[in-house]
């Protein structure tokens, strides 16, 4: 037993744990070696390096000579502020859990609110519809406009029956007024006056941002001059009663909608902004004042680390521009609100939302934001209900309370990779705002077209991508869920609530005295008659008394001529185009009592067949096909027979290139010789044979990287056509 003991070898540990000592550390050049090798002659910029829509290529890996170039502050609440304007970060305040509620109905919008202020929701957004951005009252408006984005409002009663129950004490409101504050700054002012909250309590804003209205919808109803008018008497009012408020939003999330790149966004938000402070600070504002009152709505894309490298950037660029106008240090600050994108969305596995919803939020959060709104998952095609409206809200909580991000000051900080791409992302979003400033800004690069045509070379680029599935959409252009049920719909009737506004707004009209409805035309033409502040402050009384939105406008909108675009952005989602054609194998199915049909013909052993046969499986579910998928056939007779008598409507031969000059002629002779009326797809595109396969009657080959939405597109339309 000693003897035992002493053979043992005595193991100790030294007091301090040196892991280069155990590891010697390699030099770039020695992993990029043992790489090359590892590619076995494959070419290592175009193997690993990664293109971008942003025009960045992005590195297999970053190292600390990647930051040599960069200097910046290594803390937060420094210098170009990249690391966060407050240099406690979210450990002194975490960001504000968001939704927007699109509900035209004040009442259903009452009842969401309710639910959700009492479950993680800290900050209020409500769009308008068309009419009330217009200032129209719902009974003069075109129908279509009423109701149709949002909530319908003419007069102070609407408000207050949104808010009934909702202490605004506690939770900021956020309201995108359109192209402009005016009107409907004057009938919130009221409501706050009516319910008597101490203005300068309130936290939140109405807010406008005329360019981006522009660009999005085609045309402004005011001249631009008058609308930077009309938000120099609003920020002058705003400044007299409230205290955290802000009037102007740069809503760049737009451009994203439209499939703009992360650069372009940023640089389009630079741009837009820079008008604003040229045109305000002409109208004898401080760019101190104008910057205070702006907040900055970014969209967030599905490129997580792009992402996040973007709203840090957004720090750099703006910082720059303040700096510009002189703005001192202590007073640079950017409020930096964003919201996921509704250009990823689909309305497929629609499920698969929540999972882009996450990352998004996660890169958001990461990237410094403000303030965060998650859409719910169903939003691109149904009204979210109390269910959808959850899973978004509990997204952000989860986030915070459970992973603890709301616990950290610039996560990303110090990373190799996200130092290196916030640069270049600032470098090339800067090259944007400085090719727009040569074009005379935001406003006339629009009136050329300018920023419109680089969102749709972007689009067509994301569209190409999609459509030959190098970009993957889960559950639409890859790994479809055929066992998939249409959601059932939501939808409010419209006409129903059009004609209950008009019925309401006449009764409203009607209602009182002549001596009341004397005493708001009084208002109303002093307001029209006086300072532009007092003006505001005047219309807010008129309202009080029972003014409505569509008099306001008569007021303050006389004698004004509108702004058109030759074109304005478009706004697909990416999805669509799989989705059309799922929605016609539905019609198919619903035609003819079974979908479009696909036969795969299994050639050889399972090893011969199997990698083409599921690749083939996998590209014609995306287009809703029914797959019939059998064992591997011996031979060409056998496999034709049975494709024929499956009478699908499409057949794929799957097997390898060295097999295909055998098996194609004889395997197509055959299905002729049964009259076989089916297409033929060929698994792979073996270039030295296709216009053999081709004259053997090969109609299509379906391989990685062919463009499966026109290939899928043409296959159901022949079907279609012969139903």
Not at 673 to 695: S, T
Request: aromatic share 10%; net charge negative; proline share 3%.
């Amino acid at each position: 037993m000693e003897s035992e003991k002493k053979n043992k070898t005595e193991i100790k540990l030294s007091e301090k744990f040196e892991i280069s000592d155990e590891f010697p550390i390699p030099v770039f050049e020695e992993w990029k070696a043992k790489v090359i090798e590892d590619l076995k002659g494959a070419d290592y910029n175009r193997k690993l390096t990664t293109k971008t829509y942003e025009g960045i290529d992005l590195k297999p890996i970053y190292t600390k000579s990647d930051l040599e170039n960069i200097t910046d502050s290594d803390f937060p609440g420094f210098q170009n502020f990249k690391r966060g304007i407050k240099s406690s970060g979210y450990k002194s305040k975490s960001w504000e859990i968001t939704q927007e509620y699109n509900y035209a109905d004040a009442l259903k919008l009452n009842e969401a609110l309710k639910n959700d202020t009492q479950k993680g929701l800290k900050g209020i957004r409500i769009a308008l519809d068309d009419a009330t951005k217009l200032g129209v009252d719902a009974d003069y408006a075109d129908p279509l406009l009423v109701g149709n984005k949002g909530l319908s409002v003419s007069a102070c009663r609407s408000l207050k029956r949104v808010f009934d129950g909702i202490d605004l004490n506690k939770f900021p409101v956020w309201i995108d007024a359109g192209f402009s504050t005016i009107p409907f700054l004057m009938v919130f002012d009221a409501f706050l006056r009516e319910i008597y909250l101490d203005r300068k309590n309130f936290r939140g804003g109405i807010t406008a941002d005329p360019i981006t209205y522009l660009a999005e919808n085609g045309n402004l109803p005011l001249q631009l001059s008058k609308v930077y008018d009309q938000l120099t008497d609003t920020l002058n009012f705003v400044e007299k009663f409230y205290l955290d408020f802000k009037s102007i939003s740069i809503n760049s999330f737009v451009y994203v909608d439209a499939g703009a790149s992360a650069i372009q966004e940023l640089g389009f938000a630079a741009a837009t902004g820079l008008d604003y402070l040229s045109q305000l600070t002409d109208r004898n504002l401080s760019a101190e004042k104008i910057n205070n009152s702006i907040v900055f709505n970014f969209g967030i894309g599905s490129f997580f680390f792009m992402e996040i490298a973007k709203f840090r950037a957004v720090k750099i660029i703006w910082s720059k521009i303040l700096n510009a106008f002189g703005v001192k240090e202590s007073e640079l600050n950017v409020t930096l609100h964003a919201r996921t994108t509704k250009f990823n969305q689909t309305k497929l596995d629609p499920y698969v939302n929540m999972l882009r919803t996450t990352t998004e939020a996660f890169s958001a959060v990461i990237g410094g934001v403000d303030a965060l709104q998650t859409n719910p998952f169903d939003e691109s095609f149904n009204e979210p209900n109390q269910f959808s409206r959850r899973i978004a809200r509990n997204t952000q909580i989860i986030l915070g309370e459970e992973s603890h991000l709301d616990n950290l000051i610039d996560a990303a900080g110090g990373s190799f990779y996200i130092e290196n791409l916030t640069a270049q992302i600032a470098e090339k979003a800067w090259e944007i705002v400085k090719q727009i400033e040569a074009e005379g800004g935001m406003y006339q690069a629009l009136k050329k077209g300018i920023p419109q045509q680089m969102v749709a070379d972007t689009l067509i680029a994301k569209i190409n991508d999609l459509s030959k599935r190098k970009t993957v959409l889960v559950g639409t252009n890859m790994y479809a869920n055929t066992k998939e049920k249409q959601f059932e719909l939501r939808r409010t009737d419209n006409k129903e609530f059009i004609k209950k506004r008009s019925e309401f707004l006449q009764k409203y009209r009607i209602e009182g005295d002549d001596e009341k409805h004397k005493k708001i035309m009084e208002q109303l033409d002093k307001a029209a008659l006086s300072d532009p502040v007092s003006s505001i402050e005047i219309a807010s009384e008129a309202i009080r008394l029972g003014a409505t939105v569509g008099e306001l406008t008569n007021i303050f909108r006389q004698n004004v001529e509108s702004e058109k675009l030759n074109n304005k952005l478009n706004f697909p989602r990416l999805s669509e185009n799989f989705e059309q054609l799922r929605e016609e194998s539905i019609r198919i199915a619903q035609m003819r009592g079974y979908p479009p049909t696909v036969f795969l013909a299994n050639m050889g052993s399972l090893k011969q067949h199997k990698a083409r046969a599921d690749f083939s499986r996998g590209f014609f579910e995306t287009g809703g096909f029914e797959v019939v998928y059998p064992a591997g056939f011996d031979n060409e007779i056998d496999a034709a027979n049975t494709a024929a008598e499956s009478k699908t409507d499409v057949i794929v031969i799957c097997s390898t290139d060295d097999t295909y000059p055998e098996i194609v002629p004889k395997f197509i002779n055959k299905l002729n010789e049964r009259n076989c009326k089916a297409k033929i797809v060929l698994a792979g595109y073996p270039k030295d044979q296709v216009e053999a396969h081709k004259k053997s009657g090969v109609d299509e080959f379906i391989y990685v990287g062919a463009n499966a939405l026109e290939i899928l597109k043409s296959l159901i339309a022949g079907i279609g056509g012969n139903q």
